[in-house]
């Protein structure tokens, strides 16, 4: 099967400048979760979406951070505007979560630079 | 919320010997306890998980043990081979409205020198 797709590979950004990721799940997987993992640190869950709902977004820095899940399908991640500390690999994941089911499949990241 | 803590922050092993990284988490509702490897510049993937049913997993060389009294869990790599050498990071989820909400340890660079 497909995996989690993601888009950009790479950006470089200026501070107070405002960038976008895309990221497409497993085909069928309901629950969507965009991660930040700064160098040297586990990733961070920033929201989870279940189908187009937010299920958690308790650690998502809601004054420049937003996301949306049009459709329970695709999502985009937009941070505007970025600060340098943004600086980091900006992971998708997607799960079935059906029953206890729910390993989480990870995309290839977005790394951000903002300088 | 979840806290989880992982220790060693970094392993080195020579080739054959074994490697125990060890976590504990904070949450008595947490229930699956997934293991990840990331390589450099890749994305993490899942190597073995252990349900909160269960005391000990194993796949090949790799185990997994749960102690739910003491909250703690632990990945156990026997064999270690050059190719074992990567980030390895814990995990912990709860059921109920945090659903798959996976809490992740602070990585754990495993070096297998041959």
């Known amino acids: 099967e497909a995996g989690v797709a993601q888009s950009p ?5 200026e501070k107070r400048q405002s960038v976008a990721f895309w990221c497409n799940p497993i085909s069928g997987h309901a629950t969507l979760y965009w991660y930040q993992q700064i ?6 869950l920033l929201i989870q979406f279940q189908n187009n709902g937010v299920v958690d977004d308790s650690q ?4 420049r951070f937003s996301a949306e899940r049009l459709k329970g399908v695709d999502s985009t991640l937009k941070i505007q505007p970025a600060k340098l500390e943004d600086s980091a690999v900006y992971l998708c994941a997607s799960s079935l979560v059906q029953g206890t089911d729910y390993e989480q499949y990870f995309g290839p990241g977005t790394r951000l630079t903002v300088t | 919320g979840e806290n989880v803590e992982q220790h060693p922050s970094t392993l080195s092993v020579q080739e054959g010997d074994s490697a125990v990284i ?3 988490y904070s949450d008595s509702a947490s229930n699956y306890f997934p293991w990840y490897k990331q390589e450099l510049g890749k ?8 349900r909160s049913n269960v005391g000990e997993k194993k796949d090949q060389r790799i185990a997994v043990t749960l ?4 909250k703690h869990f632990s990945l156990h790599i026997t064999e270690t081979q050059p190719e074992d050498s990567a ?4 995990a912990a989820a709860a059921g109920g409205t945090s659903y798959g909400k996976l809490t992740f340890g602070q990585g754990t660079i ?3 020198h041959p």
Not at chain 2, 43 to 50: G, V
Not at chain 2, 67 to 70: G, L, Q, V, Y
């Open chain 2, 67 to 70: 102690n739910k009294t003491a």
């Open chain 2, 110 to 112: 495993l070096t297998v």
């Open chain 1, 39 to 44: 160098l040297g640190q586990g990733p961070k």
């Open chain 1, 60 to 63: 998502l820095p809601k004054d």
């Open chain 2, 43 to 50: 994305r993490p993937q899942l190597i073995i998980d252990i």
């Open chain 2, 87 to 90: 980030v390895y990071f814990c």
């Open chain 1, 9 to 13: 590979r790479y950006k470089i950004i």
């Open chain 2, 22 to 24: 060890k976590c504990t």
